[in-house]
């Protein structure tokens, strides 16, 4: 192990804790991002160059999910990552010190507007189907830290990113740990680091290829020059959400019976410029300047990879 996690995570929803039973391999790779961020597009690529095709797969069965609570026993998805003989790669929305790092295992961590992921956050929280909000409900009641069922997101956009903005434990779900200001500081202050690569949501709208190709350097994955342009158009948001039962079919479950299409709702930037309120706008605005370096406010909102080789 190069270290140990730095400190201990526990929001309603993720828990650092069960990463403890994780037993590495020397490839594998870890997709770590705070919420609404790109994480299950990410997955998609790194399972069409690991698996090398364009065939969709269940991502939640090829690419395990340890510190989602909801998930039930911890050791059902150990067991299935044991019994994976592909190269795996792993999901999390853990800040970077929250996780153990072992030698060779690398980090994928895509990053968003904070903007746009609070307006994809809120449609992924408001749309839950009744059954997923009774488990949410059971997890926060039988947990000491909370205690009380696991509140539910305000109708209005406006009203839930003011207190997004406002509230870290709630942007957290809980622990302020798991915020969006803390998450990405974490992995902004690992940029540098052979095992970490940071990958924008704007990159990724902008040059598709450029940045599978840069995601498939990084691992040492061989692609044959042939097959990439059918690589690239299924990672396009359109394909997917066609592909969406197939890529997540447990959304069903959690969402209800058309939780693919709600899952892949948009896709879109910039809806939260008519959605929030100007003071809410400015608020975050004087957060990200307080909290974030310049170089990361500016990465953060406008992507590019040049900005964080600063």
């Not at 895509?110 to 839950?128: E, P, Q």
């Amino acid at each position: 192990m190069k270290r140990a996690p730095l400190r201990e995570v526990r929001s309603r929803v993720f828990d650092s804790r069960r990463w403890d039973g994780y037993r590495p391999r020397s490839d594998d790779i870890i997709i770590a991002t705070y919420s609404k961020c790109g994480t299950t597009w990410m997955q998609r690529i790194v399972s069409m160059l690991v698996f090398r095709s364009a065939e969709p797969q269940s991502l939640w069965e090829v690419s395990p999910w340890p510190d989602m609570r909801l998930f039930g026993p911890i050791e059902e998805t150990l067991e299935r990552a044991e019994a994976q003989t592909h190269r795996r790669f792993f999901k999390s929305h853990l800040p970077y010190d929250a996780l153990p790092v072992y030698e060779g295992v690398k980090f994928i961590h895509v990053a968003r507007d904070g903007r746009d992921a609070a307006m994809s956050f809120h449609n992924h929280l408001l749309n839950f189907a009744p059954e997923t909000f009774e488990g949410l409900d059971a997890i926060s009641l039988a947990d000491p830290k909370f205690g009380d069922p696991f509140p539910r997101a305000a109708a209005d956009p406006a009203e839930f990113f003011h207190e997004w903005v406002t509230d870290e434990v709630s942007n957290g779900q809980g622990d302020a740990g798991a915020s969006y200001f803390h998450v990405e500081n974490s992995y902004w202050e690992a940029r540098h680091e052979t095992n970490m690569l940071l990958v924008h949501y704007a990159d990724l709208k902008r040059d598709r290829e450029a940045e599978m190709r840069r995601v498939a350097e990084f691992l040492a994955i061989d692609i044959d020059e042939a097959a990439w342009p059918e690589l690239v158009e299924a990672a396009g948001f359109d394909a997917m959400k066609r592909q969406g039962n197939d890529l997540i079919p447990m959304a069903a479950a959690i969402w209800g019976a058309d939780g693919a299409d709600r899952f892949f709702h948009k896709g879109m930037s910039g809806r939260w410029q008519t959605a929030f309120s100007a003071a809410d706008l400015d608020r975050y605005r004087h957060k990200v300047g307080e909290r974030f370096p310049a170089e990361l406010s500016q990465w953060l909102e406008n992507g590019s990879r040049e900005t964080q080789r600063a």
